[in-house]
Structure formats: C-alpha cells, structure tokens
C-alpha cells in the first residue's frame, strides 16, 4: 500500500545545476499535482497534470518543468537552479473526484547553494 | 480565483483543552469542497477532516469538528481534548466543487503553528 512515493527526501544542489524529483503513485489517479512549501507562504501549486499527456502551469510554473508520460509518474525538473528555489516540495496525487482527498508524497527538502 | 485566509500564524493550547483554529475564505462558487490538513514534523500531510459547502451540518471526526458559516465563508477547526500529538501546523485548504480535471487543485491557507503545552 505504497500510495504516493517521492524521492528524494533531502538534496542540496549548487546554483546551476538540474535534477529531477520523482514523484510516483499507485492509485491510478488521474490528477497529479507538484506544490512548494515556503515559511509563511503555505502550499503554493507549481504544475498538475489531469492525466497521461496533459500538464499545465500553477501558480509559481517559473524555472520547473514536468511530464506525464504514464498514469503513474509525474516527475518534476528543475532545469538551472537558483537559491530561490530552497523550498520542501510536495507531489500530491487524487482521483480529480470533488468529494475525494488528495493523498501526498513525503516531501523533498532541496536546498540551493 | 479562490483565496484561503488564516490569521494566526501561531496557536498554543494546554493539554486536555480545547483550542479552534480560523480559517476565511473568497469564493464566488456555491459549490467547493473545504479541508484541514495537519503537518505535523515528519512533514507528512494528513487528511483532518473535509466538509461539503452544500452540507449544512458540521463535519466532525472524533476529537476534531469544524464550524462552517457558509455566508461568512468561515471554516474553523475545533480540537477537543488535545493532545500533545496534535501539535503541528495545520492548513485549511480549498477545492472547487465544479468537476474534474484543473478544478482538483487545492488552494491552502498559509498554515497555523500550533503547540500543545503539557
């Protein structure tokens, strides 16, 4: 009963450099969502995807990108880091029904240096 | 665009006591779906308890109840009997009630600190 996995739990990365968070679910649910945790800002979207293929920009798209290539997996790129992304990263995943929780990921700590 | 408003950046409580946690809201949907999420340091995200804006009776789930005034777009948490495992941050968080697809974001509040003293 894994629910939604997401690694890695910690990285620090220097200014410049790419990664990926995986983010992965086993609920076959067709929304999927990527959210940044900053001190006083609560939960802010970044992108969500509705199903394989489709993606679309949150609140905060700017310097990350995703894919939805299957069902399951939403990863998310942050393509040249910048100090200003040190957040804890949460992916969420639901079955886009109204009455239904969002079930989440453990979070990322990422620290940019 | 829906906004989610909690005030009080911190909350203290003693142990056995019991605490409510606000929490506004602007939306001009009638039909949207409200939550309290609990953070507690494992930074895991965990399900409070939800309540249906066309539901007029108050979610309630063991020790936790919510008082919901629809016209005054006000979603409090009400913790009975805390305890010190309830201290964490606590989030209230929107989702539109107008189907699938993009409408299955949520939209958070900036979260309550709350602290359970013994």
């Known amino acids: 009963n894994a629910g939604v996995t997401q690694t890695p739990k910690f990285q620090v990365l220097k200014t410049g450099q790419s990664m990926t968070l995986q983010c992965a679910q086993d609920?076959?649910?067709?929304?999927m969502s990527w959210y940044r945790q900053d001190p006083g800002m609560g939960l802010r979207l970044i992108h969500y995807?509705?199903?394989?293929?489709?993606?679309d920009q949150g609140e905060v798209p700017n310097g990350y990108n995703v894919s939805r290539s299957t069902t399951e997996d939403f990863p998310l790129r942050l393509l040249s880091a910048a100090p200003s992304q040190t957040s804890v990263y949460f992916c969420?995943?639901?079955?886009?029904?109204?009455?239904?929780?969002?079930?989440f990921g453990q979070g990322t700590r990422l620290t940019v240096v | 665009a829906q906004t989610v408003t909690q005030s009080q950046p911190e909350m203290s409580v003693q142990e056995a006591e019991t605490v409510t946690l606000s929490c506004t809201y602007d939306?001009?949907?009638?039909?949207?779906?409200l939550f309290w999420y609990k953070q507690p340091p494992s930074r895991q995200m965990i399900l409070v308890i939800r309540?249906?804006?066309?539901?007029?009776q108050n979610a309630t789930e063991n020790r936790f109840s919510v008082n919901f005034q629809k016209a005054a777009k006000s979603f409090s948490l009400k913790i009975s009997d805390s305890q010190l495992g309830d201290a964490a941050m606590y989030f209230c968080?929107?989702?539109?009630?107008?189907?699938?697809?993009?409408?299955?974001?949520?939209?958070f509040g900036k979260g309550i600190t709350l602290s359970v003293r013994p």
């Open positions: 309540q249906e804006a066309y539901k007029q």
């Open positions: 968080a929107y989702r539109s009630g107008l189907g699938t697809g993009a409408n299955s974001k949520l939209t």
């Open positions: 609920m076959n649910h067709e929304y």
């Open positions: 939306t001009s949907e009638s039909d949207y779906y």
């Open positions: 969420a995943s639901s079955s886009g029904q109204a009455n239904t929780e969002a079930f």
């Open positions: 995807s509705v199903g394989a293929g489709i993606t």
